[in-house]
């Protein structure tokens, strides 16, 4: 009896084990996931495709790279708060307004990147475009537009004119490079605190000023309420002075009698008041 080993057997298995775990390590290599919410920019040996890869499961080349680059809502924010924009410490955009005066913005971009454009971004641009076209495309049109405006307006009534210049030009500047412009949100604006202090002390005086109105505006329509309500009652009194004659008062003190009970009405006589009494005989 042969109780020797069987190599044979033994390197089969070895060869098959050998095979699985290449195709584990080179298989992967010729697939990609692209997850939602992001696209994947495909090149190879420098030449970037200008189709785009979707989510989803692809396969590609294993010396191809897909760069993955994201296709949802991002925002871009310059801050004077410390921590809270893109960079650290006051990241605000200083701008000079139409009489001169310094302002500081704090401001919030909202965009995203265009799917279809994303192979012409990632070649002219790269992934880091939010600093190299959206930071410095803010600020220069910041400056254009706080420069039409007055330091008052734009703190107060013109606010919103000026943010949908800004949201204009930046979307004319921006989208025809594959990105498009969602909002712009002016989160505040820095005025002087000599110039801040009066233009809140004119707009209360002009808030109270306008409540004062109001309250002389209402009070002069509960006079001309009042007035008409009594003249109303006059014209009435009037109308029913004229109407009361004798007989229709007497008819009135009649009808008034039925709904007492136990009341008998005798007839008088109209020339000596003495009772009626019909001929009993």
Known sequence: ??????????????????LIILA??????????????????????????????????????????????????QDYTMSIVKEEGRRLGDDSIDALTKEGLNVALDITVLFKLREES????????????????????????IREVVAQYDAKSLYSEKRGEAVEAIK?????????????VEEVLLRNVKLPDRLAKSIEEKLQAEQESARYDFVLEKEKKEADRKRIEAQGQRDAQKTISESLTSSYLEYLYLT??????????????????LPLFRDTR
């Open 1 to 18: 009896m042969n109780n020797m080993p069987d190599f044979s057997r033994f390197g089969r298995i070895i060869k098959w084990a050998a």
């Open 168 to 180: 204009n030009g930046l979307k004319d500047k921006i989208e025809p490079r594959g990105i498009i």
């Open 256 to 273: 008034g009698l039925k709904d007492r009970q136990g009341t008998i009405y005798v007839p008088t006589n109209p020339a000596n008041g």
């Open 118 to 141: 994303s192979p012409s971004v990632f070649r002219e641009l790269g992934v880091n475009y939010q600093e190299i076209i959206i930071r410095p495309e803010t600020r220069s049109i």
């Open 24 to 73: 584990l390590i080179i298989i992967p290599r010729f697939l990609v996931v692209i997850p939602a919410g992001t696209t994947g920019v495909y090149h190879l040996f420098g030449r970037v495709s200008d189709k785009p890869l979707s989510s989803g499961l692809h396969f590609v080349i294993p010396l191809a790279v897909v760069t993955k680059m994201s296709i949802q809502t």
